[in-house]
């Protein structure tokens, strides 16, 4: 009995480490295979281990086996230096075969160059640190080593392309295919130590092409023609010198593995060779001509009729290019035909309309394109040439729209001088000043007389120009020149971009008082406006189509404008209106300003104090030059109402105080500023400031007196007691009645532990609201008002934080007898009081001391029943019956 006692016991065990074992199943896996590898490239099989017991750092051992039942061959251990074969010890030992290790349960074999007796079955095994076995020790992948047929066999290229044609790349890529892999071929280009891939495609058979040639693959610029026997080919369309490099073909055999990952298996580069790109402008050409006369010679021609020039471009890829075409007439485009075929006509270019005669744009052959000017007059003289500018297209034209272009070169003809035979008008302009302002902000008239007029044509008109040019030191751009605007010979007024504003607001005016006589008039002059000042008077006529084109143009001598500019000034004095002799009174003062140079002004008042002369400046009130008022930041929000701030007269304003208390004592005074406006619109410009004398609140007034006392019945306690202080103020003098009597009560505390900080914890205002702010310690705060002049602060759940020096700050108010205005009386600081919290040893270590008593006797306990139970289960002796003493009875038993 007592037998089968122990194995029911020795069972129970061995179930138990059955199930602990049972939850972890070591695992040993390693690159899933089969695994194709070419022979000379290098090769890498991981393996790891999971779910194990032991040590955290796991070793591994590599074996081999030609053939899945052959004789395994040790090949490298990560724990024992003598583990290799003597076949495989001399790789080892070079470094050929290694074994690397990348985590605490993972590993990595390495082999580098793999030879084709490597090929076989390869085991990685992991001896046993687990407490129960359980699991797989070890995991087989298949290693098939094949010979390096990989071929890459480009043909070179052309070393010399014509800018805009096309560049084929062919590439020949082949292998033997005795095991189930695939090819990739990469075109590259290679600029200096830089190479860029173009193309890569494979081995999927999908293609991918280089970051900076996605685009241009995407516009068909790049196009990939497989061809057979391995033979592909990549096309580039319209190369330019940006296409310039020496270009590589790469072959690349892979092959993939169950996992779903593609390994590269080995690969080959080629160098194709070097291409360079001939620049389009090396042969591009151009040539202006006329039909009437030579190059060299000038083209007389007479108003009304009609100019015609051809322009001739040759190139040696001419085909390839897409030309703008553009003329130009002294230096300026006057008509374009766009890559498109688009005319896009700039005769207009200056902002006159009918400046020129009307030319037109025609490609009449390849290369060759005619202008035609009819109608010209004096202003289609000139210098002309034209101007080709070749573009070629980047890649080919997707189905979605067009290519994009890039300009290949710019070339313009040797000029042709045109000249137009025709009697210009003449006539004599007097600029002189109508009205001259002796200081800034009074008018200014300026007129420009036309006499002396001969060979106007019929129908003609006159238009005139205004320009202004500063005195030195005058403005931030000195001695500049500035248009002021024109009158063309529609009567259009032309606004130049400084005085724009101005003409439209009717500050400046421009105007023909006279078919002769023109006039510019500044409503308000300011200093800026001081400087010269010319009149350009311009001839319009008629021509054939019956436009305005400008026939002659003639400048007036310079007029000045100038007078000798005086500062500013400004004086503010204030006085008093009425004073306030005792508190509750009204007090009001006027504050008066005097000008000189300054013409109309608005005013800003800012009414400022202090309460001595060395005390910081306070801002009451400010009126804005618009009228605005607003309130300082010194003001008190309840009191508003009691301040006011007016203008009183063109140049006086008024400010008064009602019921004054002892807290307005002080100086006050006036902060005037004097502003202007340039023009009617504008924002106001400061010109100067000043202050007045300053004026004082001096009254007196017999208050009561007060004072402050603070007192704790115990300054220490235990932590979680109530700690009570009272602050207690008392009145002397002529002490008002309670109900006309109040206090603001702050509680702050200073904490002496880690340097002295001092933080309010409470506070009471004078109308009985308690405000608490936020602490550092778990104990509540509660103040409460036992009479009139007593407030105690609570403390309860006292901690250690809470130890430290308390003190009360308070501020009475009271009902002034005299004025009936609630004062405020100076604040009172009472003494400190220091509060100890102290340590209770015996509450601290109580509780522990009981657990740490009932854990022991309860484990005792057990330890006792435990005993027992393993008594009676395994240690007690089996009874039996003892023989009988009588001899013969037991021999006759036996």
Partial sequence: MRGTKMENCLFTVAFGLLMLGGCLARVVTVSPGPLIRVEGQPVSIRCDVNDYGGPREQDFEWMMSRDTNGQRIKIISTFDASYSHPSLSKRVASGDISVVRLLDNEVELKIAEVKALDAGFYWCQTPSTDSVISGNYEAQVQLTVIPNTLKVSPQTPPSVVPEGSDLTLSCNVTRELTHPTYLSVTWSVKRGATSEDILIFGPQGDVVAGPKFARRYADGGIRLVPGKNGLFELVISRVTSSDEGIYECNGTEWTHEKAGKWIK??????????????????????????????????????????????????????????????????????????????????????????????????????????????????????????????????????????????????????????KVSQIKPSFTLTLEPILNAQMTAEPTELACHVTNITHLPLGGRLGVSWEHTTLPGIGDDPQASHHIGSLDGHGNLLPGAMYSDRLKSGALSLTRVQPNTFKLRFLRTQEIDMGQYVCTVSAWSVNSQGDLVKAAEHQSSPQTVQWVTKRPSLNVVAKHIREASVGGATFEMSCTVATENLGEVGYSVLIQSQDSL???????????????????????????????????GPTEFRFRLAGVQLSDRGYYWCDITAWTKQQPGQAWTRSTSAESNKIKIDFQENGPSFSIAIQSDVSSVYPWETAKMECSLSVSGSSPKTDDLAYEVRWLFTRLRGGETTIQVASVDRFGVLRREARN?????????????????????????????????????????????????????????????????????????????????????FSLVLGLVCAQCCCRNTTHTPRSRNKLMDLEMD
Wanted: hydrophobic share 35%; with cysteine.
């Fill in 265 to 418: 298996i080995v690969e080959s580069t080629r160098e194709m060779g070097t291409v360079s790109v001939t620049p389009t402008g090396q042969s591009l050409s151009v040539k202006a001509s006329s039909s009437s006369s030579p190059s060299s010679a000038a083209l007389l021609l007479s108003p009304g009729n009609t100019l015609t020039l051809l322009c001739s471009v040759a190139a040696d890829n001419l085909p390839a290019l897409a030309l703008e075409v553009t003329w130009l007439a002294d230096g300026r485009d006057i008509i374009t035909m766009e890559r498109s075929g688009v005319v896009v006509s700039n005769a207009s270019s200056s902002g006159v309309q009918g400046k020129r005669g009307q030319a037109s744009l025609e490609r009449t052959g390849a290369g060759e394109y005619r202008l035609a000017v009819r109608g010209v007059s004096g202003e289609d003289a000139g210098v002309y040439a034209c101007r080709i500018r070749a573009f070629i297209e980047k890649g080919g034209r997707s189905a979605g729209g067009g290519g994009r272009w890039h300009m290949a070169a710019e070339k313009t003809s040797s000029p042709l001088t045109v």
């Fill in 614 to 648: 060395e005390s910081s400046v306070r801002t009451i009130m400010t009126l804005s030059p618009d009228n605005v008022l607003q309130h300082g930041g010194a003001t008190d929000p309840n009191r508003r109402d009691s301040l006011v701030l007016t203008k009183s």
């Fill in 777 to 861: 310690s778990s104990s509540d705060i509660s103040i409460e008002r036992k009479d009139t002049h007593t407030y105690m602060l609570n403390i309860h759940g006292t901690q250690d934080s809470d130890s430290g020096e308390y003190h009360c700050i308070a501020t009475p108010w009271y009902l002034s007898a005299s004025t009936g205005a609630w004062t405020q009386a100076g604040e009172l600081t009472s003494p400190r009081i220091f509060l100890t919290v102290r340590f209770a040893v015996w509450e601290s270590l109580k509780l522990p001391l009981l657990y740490g008593v009932s854990a022991s006797i309860g484990v005792g306990l």
